[in-house]
């Protein structure tokens, strides 16, 4: 019997480079991406995948129930992995409303399903930021037993719909794992993010917005590394179990940005500082040893990575244009009936 991997998010960032992944390296599994398509959502990215016959597209509404469970009952599916949410940390301090909504009442609506209809594991892509923020201590890191701080609106969501999937497992036994990643980069990153957002203004010899003194740290971790993880986690995780993913990358904001302008050859003037993010969270910084022992090691350093990804940048304009002008293709004619 073929295997059915529920997708959720995957016409999104890290989603959407999953669902590429899943599809092109496992012929055998059926890959079904359920997206909302919201802002953040688009399907032009998966041009080279949308005519394979292991792939297909349902555009639904995680926190629509009825739609949810009726689709649940009819696959029965063998594994979801769960990226859909709302991800901008700065959009959850001006409407938290539609982060509660998708990230907390969205996951308790897939557990919901998963629990009626039986699964072989839910795998839950939650984020370094639940754990709140480190001090400038360069020998402190997140661990997997670090205490769930959350300090913005994202990640208060992120942590809630963690211990609903937490709580599935404790109460009904759902076979679960939860993975808690750093920052990602690399293709197909939406530009209102520090990174393509800096690369796509540069490129355009616009001024880059730096909150505050941009001396807060970020650890960060190419996407496709981040695949991998979530790929040995799915098939090789411990069930019950929560595994941080991160390369030990860390950097300051203004590296970052100095190092996307240097590689480009432009001008620092370009940099540009503005009134600091609301409870901007100082460090995060992964201790991934828990996941390395499971047999995960990233390929790529902060140096190939961000290389790689501007290169992505320079090939790809096109793409990222449309999505800035919100102008792509929403919807995808191949569309999945329920
Ligand atoms: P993204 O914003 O690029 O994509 C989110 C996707 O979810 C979009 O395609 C959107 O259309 C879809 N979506 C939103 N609401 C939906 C709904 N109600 N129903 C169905 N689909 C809906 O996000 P991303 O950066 O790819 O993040 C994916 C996941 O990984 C998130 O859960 C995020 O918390 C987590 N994460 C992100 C990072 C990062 O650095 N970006 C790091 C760690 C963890
Ligand atoms: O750590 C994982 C998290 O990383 C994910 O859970 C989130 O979904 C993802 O958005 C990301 O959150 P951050 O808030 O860390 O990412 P962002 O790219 O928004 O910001 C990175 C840092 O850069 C942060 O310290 C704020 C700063 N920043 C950001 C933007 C957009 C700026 O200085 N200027 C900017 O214009």
């Given at each position: 019997m073929r295997k059915k991997i529920l997708i959720?998010?995957?016409?999104?960032?890290?989603?959407?480079?999953?669902?590429?992944?899943?599809?092109?390296?496992?012929?055998?599994?059926?890959?079904?991406?359920?997206?909302?398509?919201?802002?953040?959502?688009?399907?032009?990215?998966?041009?080279?995948?949308?005519?394979k016959k292991n792939y297909f597209f349902i555009r639904a509404d995680i926190a629509d129930r009825e739609t949810i469970l009726a689709l649940f009952e009819k696959e029965k599916f063998d594994?979801?992995?769960?990226?859909?949410?709302?991800?901008?940390?700065?959009?959850?301090?001006?409407?938290?409303?539609?982060?509660?909504?998708?990230?907390?009442?969205?996951?308790q609506v897939l557990l919901d399903a998963a629990?009626?209809?039986g699964i072989t594991k839910f795998i839950h892509v939650s984020t370094d930021e639940v754990y709140g923020e480190l001090d400038f201590d360069p020998t402190t890191f997140f661990t997997e037993e670090t205490p769930l701080q959350p300090n913005s609106p994202y990640s208060a969501s992120k942590a809630s719909s963690d211990l609903l999937v937490r709580a599935y497992h404790e109460t009904y036994g759902l076979p679960v794992n939860i993975t808690r990643c750093s920052n990602n980069y690399g293709p197909y990153h939406f530009p209102e993010k520090l990174i393509p957002l800096t690369i796509s203004r540069v490129l355009n010899e616009q001024k880059v917005p730096i909150y505050g003194d941009g001396k807060n740290i970020r650890d960060w971790l190419h996407v496709f590394d981040h695949?991998?993880?979530?790929?040995?986690?799915?098939?090789?995780g411990v069930i019950g179990e929560v595994y941080n993913v991160g390369g030990h990358n860390e950097r300051t904001n203004l590296e970052v940005?100095?190092?996307?302008?240097?590689?480009?050859?432009?001008?620092?003037e370009l940099i540009e500082f503005v009134a600091d993010r609301l409870g901007h969270?100082?460090?995060?910084?992964?201790?991934?040893?828990?996941?390395?022992?499971?047999?995960?090691?990233?390929?790529?350093?902060f140096e190939t990575g961000i290389a790689q990804t501007i290169q992505w940048y320079l090939d790809n304009k096109e793409w990222w244009e449309q999505v800035i002008s919100g102008k792509y293709q929403k919807y995808f004619e191949k569309q999945y009936s329920i």
């Open positions: 959720t998010g995957g016409a999104g960032f890290i989603g959407g480079n999953f669902v590429q992944y899943m599809v092109n390296k496992y012929l055998e599994y059926d890959i079904y991406n359920l997206d909302l398509l919201t802002y953040a959502g688009d399907l032009t990215k998966h041009k080279e995948i949308e005519d594994y979801v992995v769960h990226f859909a949410a709302e991800s901008h940390v700065d959009r959850s301090i001006t409407d938290p409303g539609v982060f509660v909504r998708t990230n907390v009442l969205g996951t629990k009626l209809t695949c991998a993880a979530i790929d040995l986690v799915m098939h090789e940005v100095k190092t996307i302008i240097n590689v480009l050859g432009k001008s620092e969270d100082k460090r995060y910084a992964i201790d991934p040893t828990k996941l390395e022992k499971l047999g995960w090691k990233p390929k790529y350093t």
